[in-house]
Each structure stands twice: as structure tokens, then as C-alpha cells.
């Protein structure tokens, strides 16, 4: 159990919230940063994205602790896995969270003044929520200073979300002045499980050291179980689960140094009714009354004990009712507001606020960012962000054009790469498009 967690806690420290890539608030010649505002307007006529090729994108997050924080190196220069510094380090309730999407296939056109563009993605977030007890429980089992004390497990949960988006967008150029951008996006729903309630205890026995676990434990799930509680098969194509959401962007240009820009990401959700299963235990009991002690130094027996005895109170302890019931989830919606200011020809200066919210909770950044255009085939960016509490995070994105070849790669944080023991943060994209009709537009 403690290797498991001291794997999710390095999960933690390489982990980012964001859905935003920095860098393409400044790097307008990528045609993926339609994603941070649908009002961008790249310098060329068209572009094609090949599946998997065109786009790559990886977010990490830890909300409270780093591996820094977890591994401690001594004057030997040999590390230490200090859990209690780490433990110390975590809020009352913390999250992990990772998404991944992958371009399938996007192409643009460009007619005077409207950019067209069309998109496929396949996306896949999962976020684990867990309370500060939770660690401590795991940490120092059943003894330490948990013995006899009832631990309150609330928040303790798992989000998974698995979606194909199709996104349709326009955006329009007014007379040089504003610019409107909007894209809908279908989306169809593959897999989820999202914890609706949970709200556990635990308790310890001082004098026999059994183990009681009690309280009421929901969730939702489609795509994975049906109605009688069965695993089902993993649908990729097919699917009847429905979604819709909508991105929003504006640019205006107050002169020719100032602008300033806003957008939503992301408004939208899923109804799901493959598959679509409510599970619930509301007298959830747990009972293990330990090892004994005739097989204490029988490794392999105990082991056989532990685990027999488990899975088998397990099953007849946890006792989840089924009932079939569609239901709705909504996306992580992210809105940015900002400025721009164009110092010449090659440099852009720009500030932002971001906000993401997730189970209605908001984590805020503040972002300041830059762009370098060295060459007509080299642009360069680099920002600076607060993410919540956490200040160490450099980003860096550069863009290179070779005739009809376009290759890229941004991230929001360079110290989680270099110096991941710094860092709750981890976030990269990169990827190749083809270019066609690179020319200089009025904008």
C-alpha cells in the first residue's frame, strides 16, 4: 500500500489544471490555439491536421504538494522519502488531475475576412479528490496516532470523463477593428464515472485493532456496468450518450498597440444513457478484524489471509443497489480576459486572468506572456503564471515553418521538466500541421 501511494504522489509532483495553453494567446500562427480563444486569426489561407500528428496534449496537476516535498535529499546526496513532510504540506482537501486529447483529424479555410475551421478530438480527463485523513490513514494504518479515533473520509472521490468532440468554428473580421469567433462542438460521450456522494468513516479498535469502515457512498457510471451491475464492453464507436458545448471569443483593437480579448472554453455537457447506472450503498459497513497471529510469520499464507478475507467481507459487506438512470455531466469551463500590446512589428507583450472551475470550485492564474517573431519562419514565446498557490511556473513555445511544414511544441511550465522537485505542475503540446497560403493579412 505505501508503494502504491508514494506512485500516486509522484503522479502529483510531475502534475497542471489548466486547459489553456499559455503561449497560444501570443502564438496566433498555430491553428490548435483556437482552443484558448475561437477569435484567432492566422496569417494563412488554409491548414490541414493529421491524426495524431497535428496535436498531442498532456495536463498534469497536484493541488497542494510536490515530490520535493515528498523526498528529501541528505548531505550524502542520497534521497529520503520523508511521507510526513509531505503529508504536512497537503490542504484539508486536495486533487490530482490529468487530461489528455489528441487531434484525429482539423482542417481551416480562410474567405477574406471569415475563418472556417473543423475538428475532431479525442479527449480524456480523470481528477482524484482526497482528503488529508485519507493519506494519514494510509500512512500510518491502523495505529499511530489514528488508533481509536474516528477519521472522516469526506471528499474521497474519482471523475473520469472519456469524449470525442466534433467542433465546428467561425470567426470574423470587422472592418480591422473587432474580431467575433464561436465554435459548437458535438460530443460523444464514451465513458464516465463520476462520485456523487461520499461520505465514509473509519475507526480502529484500541484494544483488538479491528478495522470498521461505515457511511454512504454513491456514483454514477455509463459506458462501464449495466443495470445488474455487470461489466459491459468498452464502446468507441456508436455512441448514444449526447453532449453539446460552446467556446466564445472576442478581440478588439483599441489602437494599433493596445487590444484586448476574452473568451469561455468549454461550456457545455453530457447526458449519458448507455449503459447509464446510478450504484449506491447508503449503510455502507465494513468490518476486518485483522490477521492472526498463528500466521504472522507464514509470508505467503498471510498474504493468502489477508486478501481471501478482504475480498470476501468486501462482497458481502459493500453491498451496491444498481439502477438504471440516465443523467448529465458538465464540462470544466475555463474563462480568460486580457490585453495585448504590441511593442512592434516582432514583439507582443500580453497579461491575463484565467479561471477553471471544477465542481463549481474556481482555481485562478495570472499569466503574463510574450512573443518573439525572430525570422518569418521562427516565433518565439515565453510567459510567466500563478496557478493558485503555485508561483514556479515558466513556459516557454516556439513555432517553426518550413515551406508547408509547421511543427511546434509550448508548455506552461519548463521547471517541471528541468526541476521537477519545484513543480505541481506539468503541461506540454506539440505536434506538425500542414500550411498552405502563408501570406501577411492585414491582422
Known sequence: MKKLLTFILFFAAISVHSQVD?????LRGIPQNLSAN?????R????VGLPVLSSVHINLYSSSITWGDLVKVQEDGVPLIDMQSAIDELDDKNFLSAQLEIDLLSFSYRIKSSYFSFGIKERM???????KSFLELIWEGNGGSLLGEKVYLDGLGIDFNHFREYAFGIAHDFNGKMILGGRIKYLAGLGNFTTKKSELFF?????????????????????FFNDEGESVDYTLLNSKNHGVALDLGMRYQINSKWELAASVIDFGYINWKENAVTRYDDSVFFYYGGLSVENLFKLEESVD????GLINQVDTTFTFKNIASDYRTTLSSSISVGGHYHLNRWVELAAYYNHYSYRGEFQPSF????KFSLKNWLDLSANYSIQGSSFYNIG???VLNFGPFQFYGVTNNLIAHFKPTLARNANFRFGMNLIFGRKKFKR
Open 44 to 47: 494563412y489561407k488554409s491548414h
Open 125 to 131: 480527463e480523470i481528477r482524484f479528490g482526497y482528503p
Open 396 to 398: 516557454a513555445g516556439a
Open 203 to 223: 475507526i480502529t479498535d484500541e484494544n483488538s485493532y479491528a478495522t470498521f469502515v461505515g457511511g454512504q457512498f454513491s456514483g454514477q457510471t455509463a459506458g
Open 38 to 42: 475561437p477569435a484567432q486569426m492566422p
Open 22 to 26: 499559455y503561449n497560444f494567446l501570443t
Open 305 to 308: 489471509s489477508i486478501s481471501d
Open 367 to 370: 499569466i503574463v506572456n510574450s
